[in-house]
Structure formats: structure tokens, C-alpha cells
């Protein structure tokens, strides 16, 4: 990075005081992160979101880990049809967008982006929120 001309030094000299105040707690299990297997891993073929729901209440995932099995069971990835790599012929692959929102700065824009994002035809489009009010902000959208 330092061989470079993006401008490193200058990028973290703006960030560091948003930096000390982030508390940086995970809010997925290690083992999700890591892909280890879960509870819910043989289950996995068979959950719908009320066992969802059951696994969440008793602590075998967390809700960070709910709330992307839940874009993932109301068929938010889509598929799309790819070139394989390293031989012919094509795969079916599924794609979602996604991007996290967080602070005061970006919070009240999330209403207009979700109705963009909507008008442009994705609806495979998932929020990463990272705050309370980026939660709220997302949880009190109108259902697509």
C-alpha cells in the first residue's frame, strides 16, 4: 500500500476518531464466521422461519446469522447463469447486492436507496445495518 497513490495515511488521519469509538463487537458466532458446522447445518435443508425463529430463541444462532437465512429463505439471492471457470460450458450462480449502513451521516438516506434500489428492479438487495438506528431505519421499510 505504502508503493501505491491511494492516500493511506491521509484516509486513516480522517477516520481515527470514528475508529476509537467503535466498540468492534462481532454480531455473528465465531462459528459462523468461520463456517464451522452448527446446530443448524444438518438442519439447514429443512428450516423455514419459524424453526428459524426456534433456533434463534435458543441461542444456536445469532440474529445477525438469522437475518441473512432470512434473505436467503425469501429468495433475495438470484440466480444467473455464468462462463465455469478454468473449463467450458456455463453455471448457475445467485447474486445479491448488498452494502452495510451505519451513523447519523447515513441512516436517514436508507428510506430513498431502498426505494431506488426497488425501482431499478433489485430486489436481491440486502442492508448490512451496523447501528440501532440503521436497524430501525431498515426494519420499518414496506415489505417488497
Avoid at 428450516?47 to 429463505?73: M, P, Q, R, Y
Amino acid at each position: 500500500m505504502v508503493g501505491s497513490s491511494w492516500p493511506i495515511y491521509t484516509f486513516l488521519a480522517r477516520v481515527r476518531h470514528k475508529i476509537r469509538r467503535h466498540d468492534y463487537s462481532l454480531d455473528f458466532f465465531q462459528g459462523e464466521l468461520l463456517g464451522g458446522r452448527s446446530v443448524l447445518s444438518s438442519a439447514l435443508p429443512f428450516v423455514d422461519g419459524s424453526s428459524l425463529h426456534s433456533f434463534l430463541e435458543a441461542g444456536a444462532i445469532s440474529v445477525a446469522f438469522a437475518g441473512v437465512l432470512t434473505s436467503i429463505l425469501e429468495n433475495v439471492p438470484k440466480a444467473y447463469v455464468a462462463a465455469r471457470r478454468g473449463s467450458a460450458g456455463m453455471e448457475a450462480r445467485s447474486l445479491v447486492y448488498a452494502t452495510m449502513v451505519f451513523g447519523p451521516t447515513y441512516v436517514p438516506y436508507i428510506p430513498r436507496f431502498a426505494t431506488r434500489a426497488q425501482a431499478l428492479g433489485l430486489s436481491n438487495f440486502v442492508f448490512f445495518c451496523l447501528d440501532v438506528e440503521a436497524l430501525a431505519s431498515c426494519s420499518s421499510l414496506p415489505k417488497s
